[in-house]
T-cell receptor, first 114, second 111 residues
Framework: GAVVSQHPSWVICKSGTSVKIECRSL??????MFWYRQFPKQSLMLMAT?????????EQGVEKDKFLINHASLTLSTLTVTSAHPEDSSFYIC??????????FGDGTRLSIL | QKEVEQNSGPLSVPEGAIASLNCTYS??????FFWYRQYSGKSPELIMS????GDKEDGRFTAQLNKASQYVSLLIRDSQPSDSATYLC???????????FGDGTTLTVKP
C-alpha cells in the first residue's frame, strides 16, 4: 500500500522551457503532498508543502512564481518549473502523506536543462 | 543546532555485522519518528516508523526511541552489501504538516 506515482521519470529540455511534473497517490488520499529537490550528493531540500484545495506553502528562498504547485485533488499534485534554466537541473521528488502517517515518496524526476 | 542531527558518516561495517545509526532531535514535541533508506540516485523509501519509547523490530531492522534523551536509532542486524545506502531520520511534531529530515548517514557494508 501507500504508492506514489511520479511522472515523468526524467526530462531533458532546452533552457526557457516550462516543465510539468505529476505526482499521484494511487491507493490512498494524500491530504498533504510535499515537493523536494536534491542535488547530487546533497541532502533533501523541501521546496513546498501543499494541501488539497489550498495554496502551497513555500520554503524560504523558493520562488513561488517559478515553481508552480497545484494540488487540485486528494490524489494529484503537480509541480511546474517555469522558464527552466540549467541551474534548475536537479532531482525533484514528491511525497504524499495522510495525517501523522509517514510520507511516501514517488520515484523522482531527473530534470536536465540544456 | 539542527533540528534533526545525524552523523554523516560514512559508516563502514563488514558483512554480517550490526550497523548502528543514530539520530537526535531538538523539539520535545516530536511524536512520530521515521527511518528512510535512500539508494544513490533513487528516492527515499520508508523502512520503519516508531511512535512510543522502546524498541520496535521488523526483520533485521530494530528502531529504538528514547524521548527523554531525544534520540532515535536504527540497528541493522546481519548487514548485507545491499544495505549500503544513505539512511535518513525524520521527525514529526504532532499537528505539524511536515516531517523534518536529517541530512542522512551513509552506510557501506563491505563483503
Amino acid at each position: 500500500g501507500a504508492v506514489v506515482s511520479q511522472h515523468p521519470s526524467w526530462v531533458i529540455c532546452k533552457s526557457g522551457t516550462s516543465v510539468k511534473i505529476e505526482c499521484r497517490s494511487l491507493d490512498f488520499q494524500a491530504t498533504t503532498m510535499f515537493w523536494y529537490r536534491q542535488f547530487p550528493k546533497q541532502s533533501l531540500m523541501l521546496m513546498a508543502t501543499s494541501n488539497e484545495g489550498s495554496k502551497a506553502t513555500y520554503e524560504q528562498g523558493v520562488e513561488k512564481d517559478k515553481f508552480l504547485i497545484n494540488h487540485a485533488s486528494l490524489t494529484l499534485s503537480t509541480l511546474t518549473v517555469t522558464s527552466a534554466h540549467p541551474e534548475d537541473s536537479s532531482f525533484y521528488i514528491c511525497s504524499g502523506q495522510v495525517g501523522n502517517q509517514p510520507q511516501h515518496f514517488g520515484d523522482g524526476t531527473r530534470l536536465s536543462i540544456l | 543546532q539542527k533540528e534533526v542531527e545525524q552523523n554523516s558518516g560514512p559508516l563502514s561495517v563488514p558483512e554480517g555485522a550490526i550497523a548502528s545509526l543514530n539520530c537526535t532531535y531538538s523539539d520535545r514535541g516530536s511524536q512520530s519518528f521515521f527511518w528512510y533508506r535512500q539508494y544513490s540516485g533513487k528516492s527515499p523509501e520508508l523502512i520503519m516508523s516508531i511512535y512510543s519509547n522502546g524498541d520496535k523490530e521488523d526483520g533485521r531492522f530494530t528502531a529504538q526511541l528514547n524521548k527523554a534523551s531525544q534520540y532515535v536509532s536504527l540497528l541493522i542486524r546481519d548487514s548485507q552489501p545491499s544495505d549500503s545506502a544513505t539512511y535518513l531520520c525524520a521527525v514529526k511534531v504532532e499537528g505539524a504538516g511536515k516531517s523534518t529530515f536529517g541530512d542522512g548517514t551513509t552506510l557501506t557494508v563491505k563483503p
